[in-house]
C-alpha cells in the first residue's frame, strides 16, 4: 500500500514480498557496518524479520520503515520511514539505501517527504535521527533535513554511543 509518493519516489508498506529485497539490502557492507548484523540470512529470515519489525510497527504505531521505490519503474533502492525504539522518547527517521542509490539525492527526497508526513499527517511533534559517529553520509543527510547535532546516547542492549540529531 502506497503511503507517500515525490517526484521520483513511492514509499509504500514493506510487505512479506519484499524479501528478496531485504535480504540484500540488509547484508550490505555498509547495513552491516552502521544499522548492525540483524541475522537475515534467508529469505525465510527476510520475511520473519518484515514481520517482527515493520509490519508488526505499523500494527501497532500506524507507522514504520517504507520500502522506497523508483516512482517509474518501481525497482527498489531502500528504506526510509519512522520509528519508535525502545530506550527512546521520540520517534527517530531512519533511513539507508543500496549503494547503487547513493549520490542522487534520492535520500533528502524520501526523508524530506516522511518528516513532513510525520508532522503534518500523524501530528508527530519532534523526530529525532540517530547515527553512529563516524557515518559521514547519515550525518549530511540529517543535517540536509534540518536536524542538528544535540547529543551522544546509548539505546538499550546496544555496546557503542550513538549521535543523536534533532
Not at 540470512?41 to 517482527?52: G, S, V
Request: hydrophobic share 40%.
Amino acid at each position: 500500500m502506497k503511503v507517500l509518493e515525490t517526484e521520483r519516489l513511492v514509499l509504500r508498506l514493506v510487505t512479506v514480498d519484499d524479501a528478496a529485497f531485504i535480504l540484500g539490502l540488509v547484508n550490505e557492507p555498509s547495513w552491516l557496518r552502521f544499522i548492525g548484523d540483524k541475522g537475515v540470512r534467508t529469505e525465510d529470515d527476510a520475511r520473519n524479520y518484515i514481520l517482527k519489525g515493520p509490519v508488526a510497527m505499523y500494527e501497532r504505531t500506524g507507522f514504520g520503515l517504507y520500502l522506497v521505490e523508483l516512482r517509474g519503474d518501481g525497482t527498489p533502492i531502500g528504506l526510509c520511514g519512522l520509528i519508535r525504539r525502545e530506550g527512546m522518547d521520540d520517534v527517530d527517521i531512519g533511513f539507508a539505501f543500496l549503494p547503487q542509490f547513493w549520490g542522487q539525492g534520492y535520500g533528502y527526497e524520501s526523508a524530506r517527504a516522511v518528516m513532513a508526513h510525520g508532522k503534518n499527517v500523524l501530528g508527530i511533534p519532534r523526530i529525532v535521527a540517530i547515527t553512529s559517529p563516524d557515518n559521514v553520509a547519515s550525518i549530511r543527510l540529517c543535517e540536509s533535513i534540518g536536524l542538528r547535532f544535540e547529543r551522544s546516547i546509548k539505546l538499550p542492549k546496544d555496546d557503542g554511543e550513538i549521535s543523536l540529531y534533532a
